[in-house]
């Protein structure tokens, strides 16, 4: 099992610049994805997003959206049971230690922090802030050749 942000999971459900890279990610690895609540809130702010800049219509978005849930409650996407709490005073921990020298935004220290509660050793993301905070603390970055940030 690997931790994805919403880049890379957005990536797998919508076509985008790094919609192959995500693909060739699952294909080359199939695994299962652990889902927090901070990724599956920001995919599907992402599909409302899409309908509301008129990339999609309302129609296709409830159907992405069908598929996304789905997946994420007995397919290969796998909700995490972590508090509040323990999300934040790890995020909290990794923003005292990083962010005044990292330039980290709030989600990408949320995002880390929630790859490493779940202990998992690989985190999946096209976002270079987040990309270079999990690395520092220890994380193996995928997919290894990304098209954007």
Request: charged share 25%; glycine share 4%.
């Amino acid at each position: 099992m690997i931790y994805a942000d919403s880049s890379f999971l957005v990536s797998l459900y919508f076509r985008d610049a790094n919609s192959k890279a995500a693909r060739r990610e699952m294909e080359t690895r199939p695994q299962e994805i652990a889902l927090s609540r901070i990724a599956g809130l920001e995919v599907k702010n992402a599909f409302r997003l899409a309908v509301f800049r008129e990339w999609i219509t309302p129609g296709q978005a409830e159907r992405v959206q069908a598929l996304f849930d789905t997946d994420s409650s007995g397919g290969f996407l796998r909700p995490i049971p972590f508090t509040a709490d323990e999300v934040f005073a790890e995020a909290e921990r990794l923003s005292q230690a990083h962010t005044a020298l990292s330039g980290n935004r709030s989600l990408d220290v949320l995002h880390v922090a929630c790859a490493r509660l779940t202990k998992l050793k690989v985190f999946a993301t096209f976002d270079e802030r987040q990309r270079k905070l999990a690395q520092k603390v220890g994380l193996q970055v995928t997919p290894i050749h990304h098209a954007s940030t």
